[in-house]
């Protein structure tokens, strides 16, 4: 359904002409071969020393591709705010086109306590520390008392493993294996996520993208890619389902700061340790239609202890 | 060993050893003879204040040394004298064994394979389909999964999971846990007001 939907907005293939002399301007659009089908990938060499004659250049259907949008449970007081629709195949953007976004989701004002709270909850629920000190019950030895109580002129002492002997038990060390485990109410933690979203749009760092697919597998296209359009030192890459595209997974291989990553594995953390976010088309649309679902839910938080 | 200096340059001091060590006020007028060559010096049994080629003077060499020791001097057991224990033999060996320092500083990898991705599926009840929730995440002892407690209930569950298991392979640990479960019962629930963790 969602395919369906995406088709009737954008084709799914672009055709291509073979040029022979080509103007020096038309040089900076020169358009890198893409296909939907991934057996037809076209590997080709880079954009520096190609001879003129061997240029593709894709036609692609009259840009926009996209010009509205249906958005779910709107907000009647406020407009969808607008991103650009780009595109990998170039190392220059290329527009295509414009989209709606729902203001709840990526308009909410940015509330920094709200992140922290989700952050300090991703580092400590799975954590456990395994840090663990005898006490002088359990230390080897030291039940005889080491000399008799009073007429020696030293101190009195009972065990050679009490805390203030040297190598002696610890009086309130730490304590065997120690888990940190609460949860965040899921409405604090959907809205972690809008408000994270939000930050990004608002700081230019969120991109959205038709698709992953890109016409090489080699990393030095996506870094020079990522480097041409500024988009930082780290990126996150997110796509609707855990199958990735060939292209970017070999590449991205090698690229520790890009990660690719799908919808389910969104989350504040991450987010916020990427400088940029990229996100496909088909993940905004199953992003906004989780949360919003999540938003507008008849159940209330208290069933959740006793689901969990 | 003055082979590197030149004859002109040479003054010899005419005096003996022994009156060096008597002060500045036994000094006396002394002749100044140049030499001609290495060998009349070393044959002289003086002091030789010559005057050394451009070098840094914080340091010394072994061929700094002020006087040449004369093959005649035998080393004989004797009761008198200063003997120096200091090493003037130079710089310190260096030995086979490594140099004991500080580790080396590495800093630590914030795009490694965890780092990278940590947190990872942590809103997967809310972004999946609602089958996984984030307590499967988590990766421990069995009897931590999902649960927090104080030392107290952290003992009563442990040995709830696998203390069977502890009387059979662990029993100095199985013995030591009921202690310990005894000793914090009578402090949380008898001595009233102690700190709880």
């Not at chain 1, 890198?32 to 004659?53: F, I, M, Y």
């Not at chain 1, 500024?230 to 890009?258: C, H, T, Y």
């Not at chain 2, 002289?44 to 050394?52: E, I, Q, R």
């Amino acid at each position: 359904m969602l395919g369906s939907r995406l088709h009737s907005i954008f084709p799914v293939c672009y055709t291509y002409a073979r040029i022979q002399e080509l103007h020096p301007l038309l040089k900076r659009f020169i358009v890198r071969s893409t296909s939907c089908n991934q057996d037809n990938l076209l590997t080709e060499k880079s954009l520096v020393g190609v001879p003129e004659s061997s240029i593709y250049v894709a036609q692609r259907p009259s840009i926009p591709l996209i010009t509205k949008r249906e958005i779910e449970f709107p907000n009647r007081y406020r407009e969808p705010k607008q991103a650009w629709l780009e595109s990998l195949d170039t190392l220059q953007d290329e527009k295509l086109g414009l989209v709606d976004l729902h203001p709840d989701i990526f308009g909410t004002y940015p509330r920094i306590d709200i992140l922290h709270a989700n952050i300090l909850w991703q580092r400590w629920y799975k954590k456990i520390d395994y840090a663990f000190v005898r006490s002088r019950a359990e230390m080897p030895g030291g039940g005889r008392k080491p000399r008799p109580q009073k007429k020696t002129g030293l101190k009195r002492q009972g065990s050679i493993r009490s805390p203030l002997w040297r190598g002696g038990g610890a009086a309130f060390g730490p304590r065997g294996p120690q888990s940190f485990y609460y949860m965040l109410p899921m409405s604090i933690r959907t809205l972690g996520l809008r408000v994270a979203l939000s930050v990004k749009y608002a700081q230019n760092d969120l991109h959205i993208v038709n698709s992953l697919d890109i016409p090489s597998d080699d990393p030095k296209f996506i870094e020079d890619l990522i480097d041409t359009r500024f988009w930082g030192f780290s990126a996150l890459f997110v796509d609707d389902i855990d199958i990735m595209p060939r292209n970017i997974s070999l590449a991205l291989k090698e690229l520790p700061q890009f990660n690719l990553m799908p919808v389910y594995g969104l989350n504040v953390y991450s987010m916020l340790k990427h400088e940029t976010l990229v996100l496909t088309l088909a993940a905004v649309e199953k992003l906004e239609k989780k949360l919003l679902a999540q938003m507008h839910k008849p159940e209330n938080d208290v069933a959740y202890k006793k689901r969990h | 060993m003055f082979s590197w200096l030149k004859p002109a340059t040479v003054f010899l001091r005419q005096s003996s050893f022994h009156q060096l060590h008597t002060g500045l006020k036994s000094l006396p007028l002394f002749k100044w003879k140049t030499l001609e060559n290495s060998e009349q010096l070393c044959s002289c049994k003086a002091v030789v204040y010559a005057s050394l080629p451009c070098r840094s003077s914080s340091s010394l060499s072994p061929e700094d040394k002020f006087f040449a020791p004369s093959p005649y001097r035998k080393k004989v057991p004797k009761r008198y004298g200063y003997e120096n224990k200091l090493f003037d033999g130079g710089p310190l060996p260096r030995l086979d064994e490594p140099i004991k320092s500080l580790k080396p500083y590495k800093p630590k990898d914030s795009w490694s394979k965890d780092r990278a991705l940590f947190g990872q599926n942590d809103y997967i009840d809310i972004l999946g389909d609602g089958s996984v929730v984030p307590k499967d995440l988590i990766r421990g002892p069995r009897w931590l999964l999902g649960w927090r407690g104080n030392e107290f209930q952290r003992l009563i569950r442990k040995m709830k999971t696998v203390g069977h298991l502890m009387r059979d392979i662990y029993p100095t640990y199985y013995h030591n846990n009921w202690k310990r479960i005894k000793f914090l019962y009578k402090k949380y629930n008898i001595k009233r007001g102690k700190r709880v963790r």
